[in-house]
């Protein structure tokens, strides 16, 4: 199988960190985004999706979304799960995965998207050209501002995001806390238990 | 255990739709919606997401992602398969899940919360309320447009959304369809495909 990835995007970020803390090493190809790569006709070809990253296995069938290709390389490599162990965990990890991604990552990329000067008429990933919308972009820092003291919270009585081991959503939410740079945002000094749990998720993952 | 819900709006109607083909019964309470009873302080205790479905476990653990509470259900009661049996078809229909909501899903939500009356100042689910952004209404149909041709010619070779089997993926498709109708979007007569698995995907739910 082959990986088509961009190594500085935060989607890319959080399929690096699984490979990285599984041990799973895999032949890959980096698609240039700031050249817009990804919507070549070549890669559309890989990924009508026209994103990365986007996993191609042996038989042609390509996994674009970043949560159907850990499921995919989980249960090849169940060694260090990431995704739960029990019915429970699994539950979990996948709704926290799922929060995040709708919640604090698309906050983010609304800020990044609706308001850098490289996103002009580029407001969401894929091959359709949107202009950006200035309102969406204050949108999402107020999200932002809310969403993170909410998760704060939940970490004030739990070590790890999703059950009592750490997970993918922990990954997620420890790429989240690095895309919130992008756009000028960062964790406030209030939130002491999302703080403390960043420096152990930044351990599990060195 | 016990699920709060409310049966008209389109994420609990994924998961009736999970549990009507599964033959899965649980105890059930209607959350009025129309009422805002999802945001009392009762339900925030609940679910401080401010959002249904939620399925709270007997040990107090509360559910709020439909993607999550399937994947307990499912380890639960895995007679009839809805997520895929194999790595490859579990990677695939999660894939699909993901992509429909963060797609097809949010960009109709994104007209109906963005231009009805019903919801000024309620543009997102849960207890943050935000203004409505025109713009933003005008760029999920412009989306619905775009995705429908894309979904319709994966079906042209593809009984079924996510691998061979008939799956939560075509659960998630045939509620979008429906949810559709709300903002008076509907799948184009070109769409054959996309209009032909509507009927098979119908006759699996009826």
């Keep these: 199988m082959k990986l ?3 190594d500085p995007a935060p989607n890319p970020q959080r399929l690096a960190a699984f490979l990285k803390y599984k041990g799973i090493a895999l032949d890959t190809v ?4 700031m050249n817009a790569e990804q919507l070549t006709p070549e890669h559309l070809k890989i990924n009508p999706g026209g994103t ?5 296995l042996d038989d042609g069938t390509c996994l674009g979304a970043v949560i159907g290709i850990v499921t995919y390389l989980e249960a090849l490599h169940p060694e260090k799960p990431l995704l739960g162990s029990t019915p429970l965990e699994k539950a979990q990890v ?7 991604f709708s919640g604090l990552m698309m906050a983010t990329a609304s800020v990044l998207r609706n308001s850098s000067k490289g996103f002009v008429n580029r407001a969401l990933p894929g ?10 972009a204050e949108r999402g820092k107020v999200q932002i501002d809310y969403l993170l003291p909410g998760i704060d919270r939940h970490l004030a009585d ?3 995001l999703a059950g009592d081991n750490f997970s993918f959503a922990d990954i997620d939410l420890h790429t989240c806390i690095g895309f919130l740079g992008w756009v000028k945002k960062s964790v406030p000094e209030d939130c002491q238990h999302l703080q ?4 152990r998720a930044s351990n599990q993952l060195a």
């Design 158 to 160: 739990n070590t790890w």
């Design 196 to 199: 403390a749990w960043y420096e």
């Design 4 to 6: 088509y990835t961009y």
């Design 52 to 56: 990365v990253p986007a996993l191609v």
């Design 127 to 136: 091959p359709l050209d949107l202009p950006q919308i200035p309102e969406l």
């Design 30 to 33: 980096q698609v240039d985004l």
């Design 94 to 100: 996948i709704s926290w995965c799922h929060n995040l």
